[in-house]
């Protein structure tokens, strides 16, 4: 029986019915999440619905989005300190477990199911070290060797950072300023028409279809 929705008749749009129960509707509501980074208690109120009936709790994809947007908002109050989340996903980029991240960082074996539930934070020298782990993916492999550990996802992500690397490497800086182009005439002209310096490279393709005669012009090849 769904009373809920007669006694609150002048609702414009309908609840969402449980998925849980099946019997009651979804409200929205907020729970909140207290963090205390520097000794402080910081508290976000997240959005969720709740059940009228069964009291199950349920988030819709508009609300996790709100959500990790409200939850991302709170760095400003951590200063060096690294929030759980960004821990987590340094552990995962890497496909580290909890206790192996721990060994990494010469940590107690439950200290990285702390962090990243943030029932404890890093100390200061710990916050450095994850901080230059993030910022430079090396410093990883090198402690894990140093603890013996394994990383099982280093040759996938260190490979994409190379590749990073490699194209910001090949990225002209300036650009050339003499390009050899090979022109392509529309007729069987031995020469290059008059206007052939403002010939753009999007202009020299679309001539291209219609070759046939071809030249190269001496003063632009290098
Ligand atoms: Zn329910």
């Known amino acids: 029986m769904s009373t809920a929705r007669k006694q609150g008749a002048p609702e414009v749009q309908a609840h969402r019915s449980c998925p849980s129960c099946r019997k009651g509707h979804l409200h929205e509501g907020t729970s909140e999440r207290v963090f205390h980074p520097h000794g402080k208690a910081l508290a976000v109120s997240l959005l969720t619905s709740i059940c009228d009936q069964c009291g199950a709790e349920a988030t819709s994809a508009d609300q996790h989005d709100e959500n990790l947007r409200r939850l991302a908002a709170r760095k400003a109050h951590y200063g060096e ?85 490699l194209r910001a490497l090949t990225r002209p800086t300036a650009p050339a300023k003499k390009q050899r182009f090979d022109y392509h005439s529309p007729s069987d002209t031995p020469h290059a028409p008059a206007h052939w310096r403002s010939i753009s490279q999007t202009k020299t393709q679309v001539v291209r279809t219609m070759t046939v005669a071809t030249w190269v012009s001496e003063e632009m090849a290098a």
């Open 81 to 165: 300190l690294l929030m759980g989340e960004e821990i987590h996903a340094l552990r995962r980029r890497y496909g580290l477990t909890q206790q192996q991240a721990s060994r990494i960082f010469g940590k107690g074996k439950i200290a990285f199911s702390r962090y990243e539930s943030e029932t404890t934070y890093p100390d200061e020298s710990t916050s450095r070290l994850l901080a230059l782990a993030i910022a430079k993916p090396e410093t990883i492999k090198w402690l894990a060797d140093k603890s013996g550990v394994n990383v099982p996802l280093w040759q996938e992500r260190f490979g994409d950072e190379q590749r990073v690397k």
